[in-house]
């Protein structure tokens, strides 16, 4: 089928323009939308990382899909990072019905690990929520010791200096990562469980409060949207049990959830070569595809 593409600039924070891209089917017809967001530690990527097959797996079903940028850490910290997520939903919701046919009234968030995580804060950051989650891969606990003490998976590699992560980065806010090997200064930050300092700019030692209102498992009620979590059971990035932590708070509120486990899938389980020719990660996308049906079109 034909998907259409446009780039918009939702946002501008002084030079940094701050862009969305917009897939969709041929006409004028009204449909429900997926806000699609990237992964990569909220330190690298972009807006470009959402596969094509994928694209138009969803595109296939009816939706539109619009895959945004943010701002990136440490340049940028995380609560303008959630902004930036803010901005991004409301503009689908004023902007999207003209300018892309957007059903404003039926949106659902998709996003894979650190955009996984992003998801699951729409959960209970953004007004009106959203009609349903699927985070893959995805983490409620920015805290936990998995992120905040010495990763020992990462620890078995090289050693990353201190010198050597900020320069893989800068000062100059930004909001598209393929520039520099940035890659280096997250394998710093894991390997000294420096993730939640770099990234929020609090000690998680110091003031765990701070982290309070950007950890979603903490922030759960009655009122979250419907959530199918998506994780492989040997993750080596983010742990399998942060969604069946999420997934424990969810059934403890009695909120609508499941979590699939790939099971001998590890992380980015979906981006491998063989994408959807790969029958069980072709199956696991009907079962995405169903999940938002229910909650978008029935």
């Not at 694209?55 to 539109?64: C, K, M, S």
């Not at 759960?220 to 742990?239: A, E, I, N, R, S």
Request: with cysteine.
């Amino acid at each position: 089928m034909n998907v259409a593409r446009q780039t918009f600039t939702y946002k501008k924070v002084g030079e940094c323009e701050i862009k969305a891209d917009v897939y969709r089917a041929d006409g004028n017809a009204k449909r429900p939308v997926i806000l699609w967001i990237h992964g990569g530690a909220l330190i690298m990527g972009d807006r470009n990382g959402l596969r094509r097959e994928q694209v138009e797996r969803y595109v296939r079903a009816g939706y539109t899909v619009v895959s945004i940028d943010y701002r990136l850490a440490p340049e940028t910290k995380l609560k303008e990072i959630i902004e930036d997520l803010r901005d991004a939903y409301q503009w689908i919701r004023a902007k999207g019905p003209e300018l892309f046919s957007a059903d404003a009234d039926r949106i659902a968030v998709i996003g894979h690990s650190a955009g996984g995580y992003l998801t699951l804060m729409t959960g209970f950051c953004v007004s009106p929520p959203p009609k349903a989650l699927v985070p893959f891969y995805g983490y409620g606990d920015i805290i936990g010791e998995w992120y905040s003490r010495p990763d020992p998976f990462y620890n078995q590699q090289p050693k990353v200096s201190r010198e050597e992560a900020e320069q893989s980065v800068g000062t100059k806010m930004i909001a598209e990562g393929s520039g520099r090997n940035r890659g280096r200064f997250y394998l710093y930050c894991r390997q000294q469980g420096l993730w939640p300092k770099e990234v929020a700019g609090h000690d998680p030692d110091k003031d765990p409060k701070a982290f309070d209102p950007f950890c979603p498992v903490r922030n759960v009620t009655k009122d979250y949207p419907p959530t199918l979590l998506l994780h492989g059971d040997k993750d080596t990035d983010v742990p399998y049990q942060q969604s069946v932590l999420m997934a424990a708070a969810l059934k403890r509120h009695e909120v609508e959830h499941e979590l699939i486990t790939m099971t001998g899938r590890g992380h980015g389980f979906d981006g491998g070569r063989e994408g959807m020719k790969d029958p069980v990660i072709a199956q696991t996308f009907d079962h995405v595809v169903a999940f938002l049906d229910k909650h978008l079109k029935n």
